[in-house]
Structures are given as C-alpha cells and as structure tokens.
C-alpha cells in the first residue's frame, strides 16, 4: 500500500509542532488539509490584473 504525501506531511508537522496527532484523528486532520489545500489552489490560480495594489492598512 502506498503512502500518501499528505500522510507524511501530517506525521512530519505533528513531530515538528510537538503537536501529538492520534491515529484517530487522522482521517478528520487529513480532511481539513485537503479542503485547505483546495481553497489555496482556488486563491493561487485566480489571475490579477497588473494594476492591482495590496489595500491599505490602517491602524488604531
């Protein structure tokens, strides 16, 4: 059986954050990336024109 990429990558933050991920809670983590992922690949491939600027930041 293969190994996903996302697996690791879920193993590979866990260790990293010191975050402990149960195999239970894998599916539902795994999940959530996948939606996340989906939504920025929606963002990144949205073109923007030239004439675009960031907006302002203002502060209090």
Do not use: G, H, Q
């Not at 963002?43 to 930041?57: I, K, M």
């Amino acid at each position: 059986m293969a190994v996903d990429p996302l697996d690791d990558y879920i193993d590979a933050s866990s260790k990293a954050l010191a975050l402990p991920v149960e195999e239970a809670w894998k599916p539902a983590v795994r999940a959530n990336l996948e939606v996340s992922l989906k939504l920025a690949r929606l963002v990144d491939e949205f073109a923007l024109p030239d004439e675009a600027e960031p907006a302002s930041v203002y502060t209090a």
